[in-house]
């Protein structure tokens, strides 16, 4: 998969674009449908203020919140795609920087480290995985994401929970 990084509001003290690419080698070793030449998506770096535009505006939600996903394609046809043919866009996601960072500061964790689940959580939306409609699928999308994160080094988000 390819993936259009771009970075506005967050520190500049960190290579987030590696930590982005990091993040969707690491999906895609856990969701192959993932690890196809032909998609691409765009992850958008950015601060609380664009994405409580985007959540009202495409969700009607008037709040910002951590992440969002914006799938362009249903998991069937993602499954029915080929290695073969033309790009193909996945979808967009976009990282709010301010709640994310206030999410790390209260689990105690590093907002690269908040930063990498989120981004693994976006991707894993992107190819149909969801964590709404059933403790089944949510569990399943939350084994994916430690996984995943644990390639990288990143301890458990869900850890702390009983």
């Known amino acids: 998969m390819n993936l259009d990084i771009e970075i506005d509001g967050w520190p500049k003290d960190f290579d987030w674009a ?4 990091q993040a969707m080698e690491a999906a895609e070793a856990v969701e192959p449908l993932l690890a196809n030449e032909r998609l691409s998506a765009s992850l958008l770096f950015t601060v609380d203020e664009e994405v409580h535009a985007l959540n009202r505006e495409w969700r009607t939600k008037d709040k910002p919140t951590n992440v969002l996903s914006f799938p362009m394609l249903t998991r069937a046809e993602l499954e029915a795609m080929g290695q073969k043919g033309g790009p193909e866009m996945l979808g967009d996601i976009a990282l709010a920087l301010e709640t994310s960072a206030r999410e790390a500061a209260e689990k105690g964790r590093k907002l690269e480290q908040h930063a990498a689940h ?45």
Request: zero cysteines; a negative charge; charged letters at 30%.
């Open 18 to 21: 590696d930590l982005a690419e």
């Open 118 to 162: 989120l981004i693994v959580h976006g991707l894993l939306h992107l190819a149909g995985h969801d964590h709404v409609d059933s403790d089944t699928q949510a569990e399943k999308m939350e084994a994916l994401e430690i996984k995943a994160l644990a390639q990288m080094g990143v301890p458990d988000p869900y850890g702390d929970r009983d």
